[in-house]
C-alpha cells in the first residue's frame, strides 16, 4: 500500500481538546487506524497508508469543528467518529451536534449523539407516538424527557405525564414501610432523576404541585383520559399486552406519547408476554406511529458498557441459532 502523510492545521486553543487528556484520544485514533500522528510546528502530521491517512484527517477535522462548537471531546466521541469514517460518514457527527433539544440546569446542552439518537429525536418531533426500542445507555428515557420539558416549556403541551410499570427487577424487596407514594418512588426514581437535571428540583415540585407534571405507575393511567399532554411510558417491556393496549387507548387530542424499552431486560414472570413486543407486531403499519430500533452503537455512556451490551447481543444471537 502507498505510503503518505499529510499535516492539517488545527487552531491552537482547540488542540488540548481535541488530544484529550495525555493524548488519549489521537493515541486512540493512532490504534485504530494505525497511523503516526505528531504536532509539529506548521500543524499536525498524519502518517501512514495513504487511504487511512485520510480518514484520519477527516477524523481530527470533524472532532475540531466539535471542539470549536463548545463541545467537550470525551472518548464516546471519538469513538464514534471512528465508527462512522468506517462508512466515509465522519461528517454525520457535526451534523447530529447541531440538534439541540434544551439545556440542563447547570447549562450543560441536550443534543443527540449518534446517527440512531438523531432519527428518535426526529421521530419524536414527527409522529403522535414514538416507541423508542434498545439496550441500556443509549438515551431513550433522557432525550424524551429532554424533548417534554421542552415541548412544556414552548406550551405546546399543558403537562407533562411519566409513567412506568410498577415491577421488581428480578427481585423480591418484601414489605416496604411507609404510605402508598414512598413505596412507589424507587421504580419511578430514574424518572425523577432526569425531572431534577434538566429542570431542577424546585421548577419540577412547582409545576407537581399544580398537576402540571406528574410521575406516577402504569396502573394510575386506567380510566382516565389524557388531551393536551407529553406522555413518557417508560421500561415498557415490563407491561403485559393487556396494560400496553389500556395505556395506548387513554391518549387523547393534542397529545405526544413516547413509550421507551428494551426488549432483552424483562423482568415479567416467566411465560408472559411482553406488550412492547406485541404492540410492535400489532401497530407497526399504522401512520403516525413510529419505532425506533436503537443499538450497542448507539450507547453514550462509558465505552464499556458499549462492549458490554455488544457482547450481550452477539451472545443472545447464537443462542437463538
Same mark, same amino acid.
Given at each position: ?10 487552531r ?9 487528556? $495525555? ?31 485520510e480518514?484520519?484527517?477527516r477524523?481530527?477535522?470533524? $472532532? ?8 467537550? %471531546? ?5 469513538d464514534? *467518529? ?5 462508512d ?27 446517527? !440512531? ?7 419524536? =418531533?414527527?409522529?403522535? %407516538? ?5 439496550? /441500556?445507555?443509549t !438515551?431513550?428515557t ?6 417534554a420539558?421542552? /415541548? ?9 405525564i $411519566?409513567t =412506568?410499570?410498577?415491577?421488581?427487577? !428480578?427481585?423480591k +424487596?418484601?414489605? +416496604? ?8 418512588d424507587p ?6 432523576? /432526569? ?6 428540583? #424546585?421548577?419540577f415540585?412547582r409545576?407537581?404541585?399544580r ?8 396502573a394510575?393511567? =386506567?380510566?382516565? &383520559? $389524557? #388531551?393536551?399532554?407529553? %406522555?413518557i ?5 415490563? &407491561? ?6 389500556m395505556?395506548? &387507548?387513554r ?10 424499552g ?6 415479567? *414472570?416467566?411465560?408472559t408476554?411482553? !406488550?412492547l ?7 407497526k403499519?399504522?401512520?403516525g406511529?413510529?419505532?425506533?430500533? +436503537?443499538?450497542?452503537?448507539?450507547v ?7 462492549k ?14
Amino acid at each position: 500500500m502507498a505510503m503518505s502523510e499529510k499535516t492539517i492545521n488545527i487552531r491552537e486553543d482547540l488542540l488540548k481538546n481535541v488530544f484529550g487528556e $495525555l493524548d488519549s484520544n489521537i493515541r486512540k485514533i493512532e490504534r485504530s487506524l494505525n497511523v503516526n500522528i505528531v504536532i509539529r510546528d506548521e500543524g499536525v502530521k498524519i502518517m501512514g497508508e495513504a487511504n487511512l491517512v485520510e480518514k484520519a484527517s477527516r477524523i481530527i477535522e470533524r $472532532l475540531s469543528e466539535l471542539a470549536l462548537r463548545g463541545n467537550i %471531546i470525551n472518548e464516546q466521541n471519538v469513538d464514534y *467518529a471512528i465508527a462512522l469514517s468506517m462508512d466515509d460518514n465522519e461528517n454525520a457527527i457535526v451534523e447530529i451536534d447541531k440538534d439541540l433539544i434544551c439545556h440542563t440546569l447547570a447549562g450543560k446542552p441536550i443534543k443527540p449523539k449518534t446517527l !440512531g439518537q438523531k432519527t428518535y429525536v426526529d421521530a419524536i =418531533r414527527d409522529n403522535m %407516538i414514538t416507541f423508542g426500542i434498545g439496550p /441500556a445507555g443509549t !438515551g431513550k428515557t433522557y432525550l424524551a424527557m429532554a424533548m417534554a420539558i421542552t /415541548a412544556f416549556k414552548k406550551d405546546e403541551v399543558s403537562r407533562i405525564i $411519566l409513567t =412506568r410499570p410498577a415491577i421488581e427487577a !428480578g427481585e423480591k +424487596l418484601g414489605f +416496604l414501610p411507609g404510605d402508598l407514594q414512598s413505596k412507589i418512588d424507587p421504580y419511578l426514581r430514574p424518572l425523577y432523576d /432526569a425531572l431534577y437535571e434538566i429542570m431542577g428540583a #424546585d421548577s419540577f415540585i412547582r409545576n407537581s404541585e399544580r398537576g402540571l407534571i406528574e410521575v406516577a405507575p402504569l396502573a394510575y393511567m =386506567r380510566g382516565r &383520559t $389524557l #388531551d393536551n399532554s407529553f %406522555i413518557i411510558l417508560d421500561e415498557a417491556q415490563n &407491561t403485559t399486552p393487556s396494560q400496553m393496549k389500556m395505556f395506548l &387507548t387513554r391518549i387523547g387530542f393534542g397529545s405526544k406519547v413516547v413509550i421507551t424499552g428494551d426488549s432483552t431486560q424483562k423482568d415479567l *414472570a416467566p411465560g408472559t408476554k411482553s !406488550g412492547l413486543e406485541i404492540a410492535e407486531r400489532v401497530l407497526k403499519k399504522i401512520d403516525g406511529i413510529s419505532f425506533c430500533k +436503537l443499538s450497542s452503537k448507539d450507547v453514550v455512556r462509558h465505552p464499556l458498557v458499549q462492549k458490554i451490551v455488544k457482547a450481550y447481543e452477539n451472545y443472545e444471537k447464537l443462542q437463538k441459532k
